[in-house]
């Protein structure tokens, strides 16, 4: 870490200079003439921002709106300004527009996602060739060229700071600071740390963020689902056994998730976050499957969007299905709806 400092001594003093460009009024802003929420986080690594976005969708759709996603598209390869993302889900989607976005474009059919290299234009698209009505901005919290009305901020209870230092001698991805600018403030994995470290971290980030709401949230498991999209019995997987792989931020939340529907994994194979599986890793996980005499291969939801249309030849896929569970809802539901109710301020 000694030999990365100066590094992010580099790092932290040009973004002191990019925010303060913002905060006078230098560098310029793109707003929407709808209101615009955004989702992100202030360090590297999993902190439920794309399961915070659906559950976002999924309040907004039942209130009415009209909804649409921008984001980046991370390790997508498309080209050009922004795309439009498509829900039909064919072979190379998660290649060409990341894991995120075709997940989102397939459980939400209806809800137009646009991935572009700069969020700014991917939102511009939305609202003027979709006619959305809100716009949602997955990993926005950084984007500050896109004015928003609504900045929700997701972090680890368990460790909302990392070992406090910026990249890359650490995993922040701006100083602690900047969260003064946060409206909401959600602590993931709530059910996963002790009673005294969730007491430490919110009291510390109170500190930091005075003016904040505070929110918890949780990954709930809801259940194994195969090809065609049908829900399989939990005791059918764990009867007949599995192997479970991933390439997320946490394989150990996976498999305990996989552990509260009943199904102990035989094995788990732990990948990098958004790892793309070649054809041989695939082979060498059914053989794997094979050999300890499983009949099924578990994944994510967010990982079977990268298979590109795989499926083993013998033994069975299916990958499991998360929920978010917000306590208290109101927390984010209420300026959530003051935005709809009232519209992007004059």
Not at 58 to 77: I, K
Not at 109 to 123: D, E, F, I, N
Not at 147 to 166: C, F, K, Q, T
Request: proline share 6%; aromatic share 6%.
């Amino acid at each position: 870490m000694i030999l990365l400092s100066p590094l992010s001594w580099i790092y932290g003093a040009a973004l002191t200079a990019r925010n303060l460009s913002f905060a006078a009024g230098m560098a310029s802003r793109w707003a929407m003439p709808v209101p615009v929420i955004s989702v992100g986080n202030l360090t590297l690594g999993g902190t439920s921002k794309t399961p915070m976005v659906l559950w976002l969708l999924e309040h907004l759709l039942a209130s009415g709106a009209h909804p649409g996603v921008a984001l980046r598209g991370y390790g997508g390869s498309y080209e050009g300004g922004c795309e439009r993302v498509s829900s039909a889900g064919q072979r190379g989607d998660a290649g060409r527009w990341g894991d995120e976005a075709r997940m989102i474009a397939g459980r939400f059919p209806g809800v137009p996602v646009v991935v572009g290299r700069k969020r700014s234009l991917a939102a511009l698209d939305l609202v003027s060739s979709a006619g959305v009505d809100v716009v949602v901005l997955d990993d926005g919290f950084q984007h500050r060229a896109l004015e928003r009305h609504l900045d929700i901020v997701m972090l680890d209870s368990a460790s909302p700071l990392g070992n406090g230092h910026l990249l890359p001698a650490g995993p922040l991805r701006e100083r602690p600071s900047a969260l003064r600018r946060a409206r909401v403030m959600v602590l993931s994995r709530w059910s996963e740390s002790s009673d005294g470290m969730r007491r430490m971290s919110e009291a510390r980030l109170r500190d930091l963020a005075p003016g904040a709401a505070f929110a918890r949230c949780s990954l709930e498991p809801t259940g194994l689902w195969s090809r065609g999209d049908c829900q399989v019995p939990a005791g059918d997987v764990a009867h007949a056994g599995c192997l479970a792989f991933c390439g997320i931020a946490r394989p150990t939340s996976f498999r305990r998730q996989l552990s509260r529907l009943g199904v102990e994994p035989l094995a788990l194979r732990a990948f990098r976050d958004h790892h793309r599986y070649t054809s041989l890793e695939l082979e060498a996980l059914e053989a794997e499957a094979l050999r300890r005499k499983a009949g099924w291969l578990v994944t994510t939801e967010k990982d079977q969007a990268r298979l590109d249309g795989w499926r083993p030849r013998i033994v069975e896929l299916g990958f499991l299905r998360v929920e978010l569970r917000v306590e208290p809802e109101e927390v984010i539901l209420e300026p959530l709806r003051s935005l709809l109710r009232t519209g992007v301020p004059s």
